[in-house]
Each structure stands twice: as C-alpha cells, then as structure tokens.
C-alpha cells in the first residue's frame, strides 16, 4: 500500500509535469504547458485533502496556499513571471515561519498540536504543554529547518531561474522534490527529538495533561 501510495506520488508530482511540459510547450507555448503542468498536482492534493478529511487549521492553510499560488499562476500572464511568482510566494512562505519564530510563537508549535489532535488529544491541552517556555525553544529548532528548508530551495530556484529561464522549470520540480524528501526526514527528527522532550517536561513536573478525549480514534492515512 505505501509502495502504490509512492508511484503514485511520483507520477503525479514529477511523470505527469514531465510528460506535459516536455510534450506541450511546442504545441501550447511554455505559459500553458507549466500551467498544465501544475494540474495534476493541484488535483491530487485536493483529493487527498477530502480523503483524509484534514478540516483542520494545517489542511486548510495547504489547501488555501495552493489556491493562492493558482491563482497567482493564472495571472503571471508569461512562464517565467510564473516561475517568479512561485520564487516571491515561497519567500513569503518563509519569511513567515522567521516571523513565527521571532514573536515566540513557532508553527512548528501549531502543527503538532494539529498532529496530537488527529491522535485524539484535545488542541488546548496540547498547546499549554508545548508553550511550556523550555518547550518553545526546541519548536524553534524544528521552525529554524523550515527556514533552512525554504531558504535553501528558494535560493537554488533564483539561481535556476535567473541563469535558464523557463527552461528550469523541470529542474525546479525535480530539485524541489528532492531537497523536499531530505529536509522531510530532518523535520520528521526534529519533530520526534522536541517530542520526547516534551514528554520529559512534563513528567519532570509531574503533570498529567494530555489524556485522550474517551472514544476519539487515531486516524492514519
């Protein structure tokens, strides 16, 4: 199941995008195959979003960050001020995480208590225990790789984009995937490290706050 789950993932986000932009930019020009492109990705996601019923704060800003970068794909007017347009908005994306950061309040905060809720921990008693102030700080850390993360990727995209135009989309979405897939494992340990850590916290203070709420289920997809 997790390998179908995969195939699936890469033909959408990479064989599909690949075969259209290859094949469509002499019949369609390079505007129109990128936002072809784009469409099976956008699909996808939607689908998974209503699937796995992720009405929660971290499902609805994925979902409303991709109609927004739509959106802006639809007005670029050209391939490259598309390609631009997703170099801006990930900045943006990035430059809030920082913001986060700098006001005490990391996302990486927020979507753990996303994650505990889906386990069936009440959303309040999970944010007291992680605004503890020692648990903050290593919510930092893991917001600091989603800069790193953001940072890193959007530099190399400026740089593809600068040096080969339009001709780097395929390279952007190859490289994104990539360095998407390392920074998941690093994001996935420093969410485990801040966990444990957590639980120690909270047992060094003796405080029982996370309990399940009676008759919630673990979701898993």
């Given at each position: 199941m997790k390998i179908n789950y995969i195939l699936v993932e890469l033909i959408v986000y990479l064989g599909l995008p690949y075969v259209i932009w290859t094949h469509g930019r002499s019949f369609i020009g390079d505007y129109y195959a990128m936002l072809l492109s784009t469409i099976p990705a956008i699909v996808y996601t939607i689908y998974r979003f209503m699937k796995?019923?992720?009405?929660?704060?971290?499902g609805v800003f994925i979902?409303?960050?991709l109609l927004f970068s739509s959106l802006l794909d639809l007005l670029a007017g050209?391939?490259?001020?598309?390609?631009?347009?997703?170099?801006f908005l990930s900045y943006g994306f990035t430059l809030i995480y920082i913001i986060s950061m700098?006001?005490?309040?990391?996302?990486a905060i927020y979507l753990a208590v996303e994650f505990m809720h889906l386990q069936g921990y009440p959303r309040d008693k999970s944010k007291k225990l992680y605004f503890i102030k020692e648990n903050v700080k290593l919510f930092q850390l893991v917001t600091a790789i989603f800069v790193i993360r953001g940072l890193v990727m959007n530099t190399i995209m400026l740089w593809l984009i600068i040096n080969h135009g339009a001709d780097a989309f395929m390279h952007l979405i190859i490289i994104r995937k990539a360095l998407g897939l390392v920074f998941s494992v690093l994001i996935f340990i420093a969410f485990l490290f801040a966990g444990n850590k957590t639980m120690q916290v909270m047992k060094e203070r003796d405080r029982d706050w996370i309990k399940k709420v009676p008759g919630s289920k673990t979701i898993q997809n």
């Open positions: 796995d019923r992720q009405f929660n704060i971290v979902i409303s960050s050209s391939a490259i001020q598309m390609l631009w347009n997703s170099v700098l006001i005490k309040k990391p996302l």
